[in-house]
């Protein structure tokens, strides 16, 4: 697959993200693996998707759980190792399943060589493949703060210096701006892409050119730079995908990184919907109501800017999120229906669709006692607030709500012990609900979330309009409906969505009745009031021009 001249092909693919620690345990340490995904390739191939993204599985002390690398080409022995790294590249490949890697470049493990020989003096050649300030204890360089909690600052008596990191104190940051910092990443790179992936996540990719000393933390003066610097010189090698996380993104910065000249990369995770319900200003725990008018807008306005000038990621959920049918939807009563209109909502669009483990069984948020987590962003947060005063109930209510743990609890295969994901003790708890919410219970039932995932995924193959379809939002100022067409020269796509609970009418008058119903999340429409929908039902039209 990696063979010779570059093709989009990820421009009607769809991908799913592995979070392996909590896929599928094959060896019974309560911790999922290699050997657990080779066996659940069938289960992919099933549903349809083209490429599997993995979280981290390098070597890692586990501090962020895999996304502090200490060794950017050996698997860490909790997952396996790199035989079984390599036959499940192979394995995929017979299942047409690409396997995209997720590569942190933005900071190593303080426990990377790297790291260790640069701590060990100011002159040591590997000491500038991080960022130092000399200074005092105590007074820091500047105020910048890390993204799990403190200074971003961390001092080193021997050196009398500070060390760089954006996240956690043993996830120390990247010196880019050091060429031999760069050319070591490219050769590891390019060793991956000999070995045959199909491409490579990128983590904060927007945060690699930063300017510290001006508290600049993300999209610095030679980010482009950079990217189109480590294109060149590897990813335009193969037929590979590229998707680069970028919280600080805008349109007119993701058209940069996903320039249909392949200068850089094929696309970016963008946020701007994902923040649409936290406060101006403060943290993530700081909830606000989501205004579904803005939802449409910020969507509608990336289909829009990205159009034939670049390329969209499509996601709800990935293994920092919360799990979008508890957060967005409805996981009580209409848990089904919310989790099917959500996936027609935003297949139906123009982009890649990212699909992440159990999304497509309509997992849920999971609301356990503060022992219960494992997340060192939550359990900072958690130390932090109680430290500042904040009552229990809140701080849970924010923890239930948006702690990264509600996307990592373990895939749910069937209603067995542990829901069939291991045989020992979990390294995190089973959602409770996993008797009622399991890929065996929906794999073969047609009304399934399972099988709504696995129709929108075929649709995108039959329907070129998917691909090229060009984006108009309706009803934008409906409180109730999300409604889009999409549009070719010789098609035409309608998606409607009620995205409540309660039934409503759709002022969209169209010869509904003489296009072609392609999918709804309920079993029957009533004829003589087609403009009226269920709670949360979703529709999509068909037509020929
Ligand atoms: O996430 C970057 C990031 O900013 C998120 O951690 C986000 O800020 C946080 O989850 C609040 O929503 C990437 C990886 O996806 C994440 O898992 C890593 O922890 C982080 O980088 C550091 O590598
Ligand atoms: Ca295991």
Redo the contacts with the bound molecule.
Sequence with gaps: MNEGKKTDWWKNAVIYQIYPRSFKDSNGDGIGDLNGIIQKLDYLENLGIDAVWLSPVFKSPQD?NG?DISDYQDIDPIFGNLDDMERLIQEAKKHNIRIIMDL?LNHSSDEHRWFIEAKKSKDNPYHNYYIWRDGEEGVLPNNMKA?FGGSAWEWVPELKQYYFHQ?SVK?PDLNWENPKVREELYTMINWWIDKGVGGFRL??IDQIAKEPDKNIKENGPRLHEFIKEMSSKTFQRGDIVTVG?A?GATPEIARMFSNPDGSELSMVFQFEHIILDRQEGKE?WDLAPLSFIKLKKVLSYWQQELFQRGWNSLFWDN??LPRVVSYWGNDTEYRVQSAKMLAVLLHGMQGTPYIYQGEELGMTNAAYEIEDYRDI?TLNMYKERKGAGYSESDIMDSIHAIS?DNARTPMQWDSSANAGFTHGKPWIKVNPNYKKINAADQIDNPDSIFTCYKTLIALRKKYNIFVDGQFELLLPDDNTFFAYKRQNQNEKLYVICNFYDETAICKLDKDWEKMELLYCNYKEISKDKINIYKPYEARVYYCHI
């Design positions: 962020d996304y942190v993204g996240f996830q983590d904060v996380e919280w993530k293994h920092d962003e990264r």
